[in-house]
């Protein structure tokens, strides 16, 4: 396994393996230096990696360059690089015919202002990298739009790349549902905490167990098939139209979850892990 | 072992297996905190101050 910090997700992990009498090893990003040409006669790594950075640049690039040795890592580049940009994310799930909610792609504040007109208000700017809900903003109407434009002007080139979301009317929670391998293994309600719009755990809402009903099981199995098997926490909206993909996550955090829904989200992670290793 | 809160001081136990990059929560003020070892291994907690624009799960 590879971190960059021990949350209480890596912790469940490691003691998981324990328990299983399954070698995890552990490398921490910070102390890892690769030769990019001379494919692992130093440095050796396991077959199987998980990979569990925090830091999307860190899993990004660490994860091509450990494929390029044959090793496998859980999940993918692919899955990365998809899953951790939200207009690739998009693309790929409208591709695939995946109910989501609307977007709009524009560069500066002209083009995303016309964007918006497209979409109505009220609608969300996203950065199109980056969690938790970090620099999220709701867009209520053309001065506050605007507000929030030129201030991203001055941000870094990133943020001026505006990945506009039409606002789903919902009820205050999303659904977590949690892929491994192939198979959807649990889902939970995310309550937004009070004062905030957001569903993110990370933030402080509470969770509650969800039944896998049949249109979150279709769902989760058709993103799997339109972006391989792995290690997923699909997030789920409720609207009017039907359950729609908000996120796709591929470092998932499960410590809530596991208590909520009493399923083994760490040992099924490893199973799945150990199921890749070469005998 | 145990270890310090930054800011409020109170006395936190660490797990012996700990790790470097593990995070403990302060149990009387809440604060995040990473477990750091110093150059003469001696464990220390540092409030986690910034959270990158990267990160996320
Ligand atoms: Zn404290």
Redesign the interface.
């Known amino acids: 396994m590879i971190?960059?910090?021990?949350?209480?997700e890596e912790?469940l992990l490691i003691d998981s393996a324990r328990r299983k009498s399954l070698r995890l090893n552990?490398h921490?990003a910070e102390r890892i230096n690769l030769d990019l040409l001379d494919h692992g006669k130093e440095e050796p790594f396991e077959d199987v990696i998980l990979q569990r950075c925090?830091?999307?640049?860190r899993s990004l690039h660490l994860t091509a360059s450990l494929e390029k040795r044959g090793i496998t890592v859980i999940n993918s580049s692919r899955i990365a690089s998809i899953c951790?940009n939200k207009l690739l994310t998009t693309l790929e799930l409208a591709e695939a015919k995946i109910p989501i909610p609307r977007a709009r792609l524009a560069f500066s504040v002209e083009s995303a202002l016309d964007a918006l007109s497209k979409l109505g208000y009220p609608a969300v700017l996203k950065?199109i990298?980056?969690?938790?809900g970090?620099l999220v903003a709701p867009l209520k109407d053309v001065e506050s739009a605007k507000a929030i434009f030129e201030d991203r002007e001055h941000m870094?080139p990133?943020y001026q790349v505006y990945y506009i979301q039409e606002m789903i009317q919902r009820p205050p929670r999303d659904i977590r549902c949690f892929i491994i391998g192939d198979a959807v293994v649990a889902a939970i309600y995310r309550y937004a905490p009070k004062d905030d719009w957001r569903t993110n755990t990370?933030r402080g809402g509470h969770v509650e167990p969800c039944k896998v009903t049949q249109e979150i099981e279709e769902l989760a199995l058709k993103t799997v098939k339109a972006l391989g098997e792995g290690v997923y926490?699909v997030d789920m909206m409720e609207s009017d139209r039907g359950l729609l993909i908000n996120e796709v996550?591929?470092?998932?955090?499960f410590r809530n979850s596991v208590p909520a829904t009493g399923v083994d989200i760490p040992g099924k992670i490893l199973d799945f892990a150990a199921s890749k290793v070469r005998k | 072992m145990k270890g310090k809160c930054p800011d409020c001081s109170a006395e936190i136990e660490i797990a012996d297996d700990s790790i470097e990059g593990e995070i403990v929560v302060c149990p009387d003020c809440g604060l995040e905190l990473e477990v750091k070892k110093d150059a003469t291994g001696k464990i220390e907690l540092r409030q986690i101050t910034i959270e990158r624009e990267d990160w996320g799960e």
């Open positions: 971190y960059d910090q021990i949350r209480p912790r552990l921490d925090i830091s999307y640049f951790g950065p990298i980056g969690s938790w970090r870094f990133l990370a926490g996550n591929f470092t998932t955090e």
